[in-house]
C-alpha cells in the first residue's frame, strides 16, 4: 500500500467529527439564546423589540468576532454568521421592524438583512419620506436609506430629510455594489432592452457599451421595477442584485458587470434615540452660520473647532437650507462620539458659533 493511501484520513472518522461539532455547536447557540432571554428577563416587561437592541453592543460583539478570526473563513462569512445568530436570539422577544427604502429585491434590502440579519421584518416603503415618517410614528422601529455612492456621490433626499425630521442616526452600513444583468433570455442577442434605475446603469455603462452597445437603455424608479419588467417582458432584461433575482425569479445571465470593483453604497440607520457609546464612533452634526451666503470665512469659522481640537472630519457637504435663497447648511461626519473628548469640547464651541446646530447622530462605524 502506498505512503499516501496510509497517512490518509478516514472519511467516515472526519464525518463524525463533523457532526459531534455541529452538535455542540448547535447546543451553544441554544445556550446562547438562553442568555438572551435572561437578558430580557433582567430588564423587565418593555414596551416592544427596539427597547431591547442594543446596537453599541452589538458593534462591540462583531468587533470582537474579527479580532478572533483566524481562519479558514474570510472575516466577512465569520460577521455574517454571527450577525444571524445575534439576530434570532433578538428575535425571540419580538421581531424588529425595520423601514426601509423598496421595494423588495433592491440593495436597501440587502443592506437591511447584512446589518440586522434576517430574523426581523422588513417593510418596503416607496419613497425615504415615507420610510422617515414610519418610525417618527413607531410604526418602524428603526429605517434604513441610501446617503451616499462612492462613484455617483450623495442622495441629496436623505440629507434634506434631517432638515425637519426629529429622528437620529443609529448606525451607518457599507454594502459592495454588486450589479448583475438579470433576465430570462437565452443569450445576449435576444436582449432588446435593459430596465434598471438610472444609477445602476451609470455605474455599468462601460460594460453594457461593449457588450450590449445597441440595447435600449430604460430609466426605471428602483431596479426591482426594471426586474419585474424583465419577468414579465420578452427581450427585456434588468440590472440589481442577487436578491433581486430570487424575488423575482429571473436568471442571472452575467456576474458583476459594474465598471469599477470597488463600487460601495453607505446606508445610514434611522431611530428615534441617540446611542451611547461603543468605543469606535462616529458623530454626524447639521449646522449653519448666521450669513453664509455672502459672508467671508463661514465655513473657516465652523471647522475652526475641530482643528483646535484635533477632532478628524470625515465628510463635509452643504445643502440648500431652505431658509432663503443661498443659504446653505452644512452636514459633518466627525470620528468620535459627540459625548466624549475631544469631540464634546469642539461641538460646544461650535454650537456657540452657529445659528443652527443639531447632533444627527452618534454611532458605531461600520463593522466590515
Request: with cysteine.
Amino acid at each position: 500500500m502506498a505512503k499516501d493511501e496510509k497517512s490518509a484520513p478516514d472519511l467516515g472518522e472526519i464525518r463524525q467529527a463533523i457532526d459531534d461539532i455541529d452538535e455542540r455547536i448547535q447546543a451553544l447557540i441554544s445556550e446562547r439564546a438562553r442568555f438572551a432571554q435572561a437578558v430580557g428577563l433582567s430588564k423587565g416587561k418593555l414596551d416592544s423589540a427596539v427597547d431591547y437592541y442594543r446596537p453599541e453592543r452589538e458593534a462591540d460583539v462583531l468587533r470582537r468576532v474579527l479580532e478572533r478570526n483566524d481562519g479558514p473563513l474570510r472575516d466577512e462569512e465569520m460577521l455574517r454568521l454571527f450577525r444571524e445568530i445575534m439576530s434570532a436570539c433578538l428575535a425571540q422577544q419580538e421581531p424588529l421592524k425595520i423601514g426601509f427604502l423598496g421595494p423588495e429585491g433592491t440593495f436597501t434590502q440587502t443592506a437591511v438583512f447584512k446589518h440586522f440579519g434576517h430574523s426581523v421584518r422588513a417593510l418596503p416603503f416607496h419613497t425615504i419620506d415615507e420610510v422617515f415618517q414610519e418610525v417618527e410614528s413607531g410604526a418602524a422601529d428603526f429605517g434604513v436609506v441610501p446617503i451616499e455612492n462612492s462613484t455617483e456621490g450623495s442622495v441629496n433626499n436623505t440629507l434634506d430629510m434631517f432638515l425637519t425630521s426629529p429622528l437620529k442616526i443609529g448606525g451607518e452600513i457599507e454594502l459592495r455594489i454588486e450589479q448583475h444583468l438579470l433576465g430570462n433570455e437565452a443569450g445576449l442577442d435576444k436582449i432588446e432592452r435593459i430596465c434598471a434605475h438610472e444609477q445602476s446603469l451609470a455605474q455599468c455603462r462601460g460594460w453594457l457599451r461593449e457588450h450590449l452597445p445597441h440595447v435600449e437603455l430604460i430609466g426605471m424608479s428602483s431596479n426591482a421595477a426594471g426586474a419585474r419588467r424583465a419577468r414579465d417582458e420578452d427581450g427585456t432584461a434588468a440590472i440589481g442584485p442577487d436578491v433581486a433575482a430570487d424575488v423575482y425569479d429571473l436568471k442571472i445571465l452575467f456576474n458583476n458587470i459594474e465598471d469599477r470593483a470597488d463600487n460601495a453604497t453607505r446606508f445610514l440607520v434611522v431611530g428615534r434615540d441617540l446611542l451611547a457609546a461603543s468605543g469606535e464612533d462616529k458623530t454626524t452634526i447639521l449646522v449653519s452660520a448666521e450669513d453664509t451666503a455672502g459672508g467671508s470665512g463661514v465655513l473657516f469659522r465652523l471647522l475652526q473647532p475641530f482643528a483646535d481640537h484635533g477632532v478628524a472630519l470625515t465628510r463635509i457637504e452643504s445643502r440648500p437650507s431652505r431658509r432663503k435663497n443661498w443659504d446653505y447648511v452644512f452636514f459633518f461626519d466627525l470620528v468620535g462620539h459627540a459625548e466624549e473628548s475631544p469631540v464634546a469640547e469642539a461641538l460646544a464651541e461650535l454650537k456657540e458659533r452657529s445659528s443652527l446646530f443639531k447632533v444627527l447622530g452618534a454611532y458605531p462605524t461600520a463593522v466590515n
